[in-house]
């Protein structure tokens, strides 16, 4: 395994954005992180976005990293691998993507942790929750 670094950061603001959606959110943390490192986006090499819970709250079951990257912060052409493992979504992101850049798979890598929990009525939200845990 060969030294990783983070060369860039960026987050969207935590709080109750109604009016904000996920790609939003996606776009400003991404855009964000790649003006920090000082890269062009055409570096970054691989994603791995951590999400948990759209899928219950918005219908979004599937490609749900592809989306946000390509509709959201306009990234394409570039393997995208979406992670879930509940609270730990985010972690686990950032934990694949040091792991494809430590191997030599790749040199630049991208991880997003991206959730909207304010989406959906609350009884919708709790048992979204409630699936985090065993549920038998």
């Not at 599937?62 to 879930?84: D, K, Q, T």
């Not at 493992?85 to 798979?105: D, H, P």
């Not at 304010?118 to 979204?128: D, F, V, Y």
Request: include cysteine; aromatic fraction near 4%.
């Amino acid at each position: 395994m060969r030294d990783v670094v983070i060369i860039g950061v960026g987050m969207h603001k935590f709080g109750r954005f109604p009016e904000v959606n996920v790609k939003e959110m996606t776009r400003t943390a991404v855009w964000a992180a790649i003006r920090d490192a000082g890269i062009d986006p055409k570096a970054i090499q691989c994603a791995y976005v951590g999400n948990c819970l759209q899928g219950a709250l918005q219908g979004q079951h599937a490609a749900r990293g592809h989306i946000a990257l390509r509709s959201g912060a306009g990234l394409s052409g570039l393997p995208i691998v979406n992670v879930e493992s509940g609270t730990a979504s985010a972690s686990l992101a950032f934990r694949q993507a040091w792991i494809a850049v430590a191997s030599g798979l790749h040199d630049v890598g991208l991880a997003l942790g991206v959730e909207k929990m304010s989406a959906g009525a609350t009884a919708q939200l709790l048992a979204a929750m409630g699936g985090a845990v065993d549920v038998e």
